[in-house]
């Protein structure tokens, strides 16, 4: 049975079904690339990433451990403002694999910053993973080692996305109507 849309959501841009395939895919990609590198360590980007990041550490099947950090951007916009951690990792990553899991890549601001952050921490290595990055041509250029979806440049929400902490739930990626946002 299909999910109902919800009044706020446009369309759906990615469903319930074409995520968990693909988390499926990105998941035995990473199984490959880390067979033989321990420990690895997911670090969760709060509060988006965190429904994508349960499914994916469910989906592994190498030994692998979780955390979260939280950063709050502040400025002119929240994509174009400067980056701050509010929540730190519990522990150090020095000599760790490392793999930063982020919901959606707009700007790239978040993640650059997170990227110089971590790499400061001395990670046997950092790689990223992101559920989604928009088609922006004034985004930064930050390296995602392993994409989810390119979708449009819209305001997405559902599936750890949201709009003023709102259908952050919905279990696809649907586009918000713009006369919610304006």
Known sequence: MATPLHP??????????????????LAAQIDRDYADERPLLLVGVLKGAFIFLADLARALTIPHAVDFMAVSSYGMTAT???????????????NKH?????????????LA????????????????????????????????????FTIPDVWVV????DYADRHRTLPYIGALKPEVYR
């Open 8 to 25: 706020d959501i446009d369309r759906v841009l990615i469903s319930s079904a074409q995520i968990q395939e693909r988390i499926v895919e």
């Open 80 to 94: 174009s403002g400067a980056v701050r951690i509010i929540l730190d990792l519990r522990e150090p990553i020095d």
């Open 98 to 110: 490392v793999l930063l899991v982020e919901d959606i890549v707009d700007s790239g601001n978040t």
């Open 113 to 148: 910053y997170l990227r110089e952050v971590l790499t400061s921490r001395r990670p046997a290595s950092l790689r990223t993973c992101a559920l989604s990055t928009k088609q922006r041509p004034d985004a930064m250029h930050v390296p995602i080692d392993y994409l989810g």
């Open 158 to 161: 559902g599936y750890g996305l």
